[in-house]
């Protein structure tokens, strides 16, 4: 049984890449073009420009003399990566055996695939499904099914596809073909032309002995491709570890919306890219190309895998707003690491657990708008000091199978913490330092207290002192005396005075 | 049937809003018999809740809980006010507390940043379970709280610290309703109305009694406040109804351990370990 190969094929490769990232100018009498200056060559053109008779081939300047209203681009290696490799994870959704062939070609083993696809030609809906899931990823990709990788990708050339060729039969399928369909070299080509072999067929009937003897090795694999017998086989590629998306642009940029504009639709791409595979992006790097030369790379951790583009637009234009690239950005590449997006298991009856991308999003635009030092689960800190704490990642644990009771309340004065605490003027009963007793609290006006909580009054009752010492062995010991008090018509206090300065602070409020 | 009104009002029953677009499509596209018989898994979760009685975050404080007739209602904007020293924190604390012992996920937006983690572990807080917030705006507190509610928690309370800005009228009825179309039970704690029209309710913890312990030729100790809770607004419900709070100290013990300085006449119970150590006892 000999295997079967499908060829997934992007004509018009540059274009196509160019059209994927920009589809706004899919009605555009669009060409693709290589190098600069006048030396700028036309290197595909669309059906737009090719009625006004671009081609393949004309200079710029005399392609703009044929079409006015065309409109150029050069050749982008980052949109080209680009789409390659969406390409290539189309043709992954289908079939684990896939091969990175370049330049808008890839080709899977689809042998067995067949199976999930019931009905009279099962090869031929295979071929449309891949052409409608390509189509659904932004490219018009066409589909060839042979038993060779040269007869799947000449199948693929056709006009009309999916075109499916039956085992054994790729001989007689080439045979009609023009020779140039093999692609022979140019030298080879030549000999073939003054021999007057002029068909794919004419050349396969040859005999082999007689060929290999006055073409060499390149003219006898020639000729056996001619049969139908491809010796290449399928060399299946490692997926790539991470997802790669971008742009060279035509100007560059020197503000942030525009860049963000473009940016939006590569971010799109990007968690399309992901979702297509079952991942989700952990960390986004950002590189920028700069103009007239240098680049810029900028990394970005998320709190927990995400595939929400608006949520990583938010954080790219806050990284951008904290550190402005500080030179025009002539180009730029987001890279997205991938990892498995969080799962739970729900339950039926116990409280219904909060959805892991919902809480991942959540998480990530909580950290793009407030900064990640002030987001988390709360977690105490060892140590005496009240005002401590520790801030963790926020990753609660399944919810019970079954809904709990809730515990009956414990009824407790709960205590707002100052932070930091608020200096205050303390006057006290005692002229003795071990015996001081708080009798009115003054607050102290000044630029850092005008928006705290002011804390003055007579003192109604106080309670302490209530010794805290820390750290007795570093440097800078705490070493502070509680005060409870309470400020009448004004509220309950802590409070408490610094023994090495002398200083008087409010650090909470019950509350 | 004035009870029952009330009920409704509170725990409201399942609406297009709650239905997903797909289940919107699919109930019109249905004949008029069969369209009111069809529920979504959320809607029906949300009936089966409310027949059971569980529509309702209780709060285990126990005036709180009468006063909403169950608790904090889902879906609904509920605002207590109180000024310092009111118990309005520890309010706050023992809702979370209630929700995260439940299994439920919290989250608290704390714009005076004032939560100390032990203090809320002592309160019976789930930490693992407690989403903690701390904007430094009020602007992005309300954005914040926005973002919980749509990611799903189904409780979030937003305490407004001691400030007494409260932002466009126009924020507060967009959170209400975002609340109400996600089911999340949303608790604001400010020291004056914010809201407006938006909340459901409007509690108010009146100012607070201190109760001290001591004096004489012990040392005062404070022991705990007493507040009265008054319902000052529920939609469906007549106002004026009150409850009584006790909020005792969760450290009058917190002389636990403690090396009473000789001649004290202070009277301590060994209890668990505390921080405070009192150097000298004043009589």
């Keep these: 049984m000999r295997a079967r190969i499908a060829c997934l094929l992007l004509p018009l490769f540059p274009l196509a890449a160019r059209l994927r990232s920009e589809p706004e100018l899919a009605r555009e009498a669009l060409v693709a073009a290589e190098g600069n200056g006048g030396a700028a060559r036309v290197v595909a053109a669309t059906r737009l420009a090719r009625a006004a008779g671009v081609r393949p081939g004309l200079t710029l300047i005399q392609a703009r003399a044929l079409c006015p209203k065309l409109v150029a681009r050069q050749r982008d290696g980052d949109c080209e990566r680009a789409a390659q490799e969406a390409l290539l994870e189309v043709a992954e959704g289908f079939s684990p055996r896939v091969e990175d062939a370049g330049e808008g070609v890839a080709y899977l083993d689809v042998d067995g695939v067949e199976r999930h696809y019931p009905g009279p030609s099962p090869e031929l809906e295979l071929g449309r499904c891949l052409m409608r899931a390509a189509e659904a990823a932004g490219m018009p990709a066409r589909v060839g099914i042979a038993s060779s990788k040269l007869a799947a990708r000449v199948a693929a050339s056709l006009p009309e596809p999916p075109v499916v060729v039956s085992a054994g039969e790729e001989a007689s399928f080439l045979a009609p073909l023009p020779l140039h369909r093999l692609g022979p070299e140019v030298e080879i080509a030549g000999t073939l032309e003054r021999w007057g072999v002029r068909s794919v067929g004419d050349f396969a009937r040859l005999p082999p002995s007689r060929v290999a003897s006055r073409l060499g090795r390149i003219g006898r694999e020639l000729h056996a491709i001619a049969r139908g017998i491809d010796p290449q086989p399928l060399i299946p590629r490692e997926p790539p570890p991470l997802f790669h998306e971008g742009m060279s642009l035509e100007w560059p940029l020197v503000s942030l919306e525009p860049f963000l504009f473009v940016g939006r639709a590569a971010l799109d791409r990007l968690c399309q890219r992901l979702e297509s595979r079952g991942f989700a992006c952990i960390r986004l790097e950002l590189e920028l190309r700069h103009e007239p030369d240098g680049h810029q790379s900028r990394s970005i951790d998320l709190p927990a895998p995400t595939r929400d583009a608006k949520t990583l637009l938010t954080l790219v234009r806050l990284d951008l707003e904290a550190r402005p690239p500080g030179a025009p950005v002539a180009g730029f590449t987001f890279v997205a690491y991938p990892d498995r997006p969080r799962e739970a298991q729900l339950s039926l009856y116990g409280p219904a657990a909060l959805s892991p991308d919902k809480l991942a999003t959540t998480l990530a635009r909580l950290f793009a708008l407030l900064g990640p030092d002030r987001v988390g689960s709360p977690r105490p800190v060892d140590g005496h000091r009240p005002e401590r704490f520790a801030l963790v990642d926020f990753a609660p644990p399944p919810p019970p199978e079954v809904r709990r009771e809730p515990r009956a309340g414990r009824g407790l004065l709960a205590v707002r913490v100052l932070r930091p605490p608020v200096e205050i003027e303390v006057l006290t009963g005692e002229n003795d330092p071990a015996n001081l007793m708080p009798v009115e609290i003054r607050a102290l006006t000044d630029g850092t207290t005008a928006k705290r909580p002011r804390v003055e009054g007579k003192v109604k009752v106080a309670s302490g002192p209530w010794g805290l010492e820390e750290e007795w062995w570093a440097d800078d010991p705490v070493g502070r005396d509680y005060w409870d008090i309470e400020i009448a018509g004004r509220g309950l206090y802590r409070i408490y005075r610094e023994r090495a300065t002398g200083a008087w602070y409010a650090d909470g409020i019950y509350d | ?283």
């Design chain 2, 1 to 283: 049937m004035t009870a029952l009104l009330a009920r409704e009002t509170i725990i409201t029953p399942p609406t297009a809003a709650v239905a997903s677009p797909t289940v919107r499509r699919l109930r019109a596209s249905l004949p008029e018999v069969l369209r009111s018989r069809l529920r979504s898994a959320r809607e029906l979760d949300r009936e089966l809740r409310d027949a059971a009685g569980a529509g309702a975050f209780p709060t285990a404080v126990p005036a709180f809980d009468r006063l909403l007739e169950g608790g904090l209602p889902r879906g609904q904007l509920v605002e207590l006010i109180g000024s310092r020293s009111s118990g309005r924190f520890s309010i706050l604390l023992a809702a979370l507390a209630a929700a995260t012992t439940a299994g439920e996920a919290a989250a608290l937006v704390d714009l005076g940043d004032g939560l100390d983690p032990e203090a809320a572990r002592s309160a019976g807080i789930d930490l693992q379970r407690l989403l903690w917030v701390r904007p430094a705006t009020l602007k992005k507190a309300l954005a914040a709280t926005e973002m919980l509610i749509v990611g799903g928690f189904p409780l979030v309370v937003l305490d407004l610290g001691q400030r007494r800005g409260r932002g466009a009228e126009a924020a507060w009825l967009r959170l209400a309703r975002a609340a109400r179309a996600h089911d999340s039970a949303l608790l604001v704690g400010a020291p004056c109305r914010v809201s407006g029209t938006a909340a459901a309710a409007v509690l108010k913890a009146g100012r607070s009694r201190a109760s001290w312990r001591g004096g004489d030729r012990s040392p005062w100790l404070l022991t705990g406040i007493a507040a009265r809770l008054a319902l000052e607004k529920c939609r469906g419900r007549l106002p004026g109804r009150t409850g009584d709070l006790a909020f005792a100290m969760a450290d009058a013990p917190r002389l636990s351990r403690a090396r009473i300085l000789p001649g004290s006449q202070l009277r301590v119970r060994e209890q668990r370990p505390s921080i405070f150590y009192p150097r000298v006892a004043v009589g």
